[in-house]
């Protein structure tokens, strides 16, 4: 069983950054692929960034999320900058057990409570 929480979301004006954090248990942290999703009002979750063998963004956040992970801290980053009203969504931090490298929300075993990012205009 791994858990994940969430913790960095906030209120943000446009072109500000934020950085999310995750932090996880388990003993072999190291070799999960760790991802970043999002979910805005009435919309479906979406790939933002993943990170296991290498590195993965969704179009819409290339060039402007970064994604990393430290293993001896368990814990996996978002540091977003330029942050735009359309990245206004709850972010959920995942975990895969199963695959090195995904950007399927399916391939993701665990999942944190999500920690919410408002962009204001």
């Known amino acids: 069983q791994v858990q994940l929480v969430e913790s960095g979301g906030g209120l943000v004006q446009a072109g500000g950054s934020l950085r999310l954090s995750c932090a996880a248990s388990?003993?072999?942290?190291?070799?999960?692929?760790m991802g970043w999703f999002r979910q805005a009002p009435g919309k479906e979750r979406e790939f933002v960034a993943s990170?296991?063998?290498?590195?993965y963004y969704a179009d819409s956040v290339k060039g402007r999320f970064t994604i990393s992970r430290d293993n001896a801290k368990n814990t996996v980053y978002l540091q977003m900058n330029s942050l735009k009203p359309e990245d206004t969504a709850v972010y959920y931090c995942?975990?895969?057990?199963?695959?090195?490298?995904?950007?399927?929300?399916?391939?993701?075993?665990?999942w944190g409570q999500g920690t919410q990012v408002t962009v204001s205009s």
């Open positions: 995942a975990a895969s057990v199963r695959v090195n490298r995904s950007t399927r929300a399916s391939e993701f075993d665990y």
């Open positions: 990170i296991g063998w290498g590195t």
């Open positions: 388990g003993r072999t942290f190291n070799s999960y692929a």
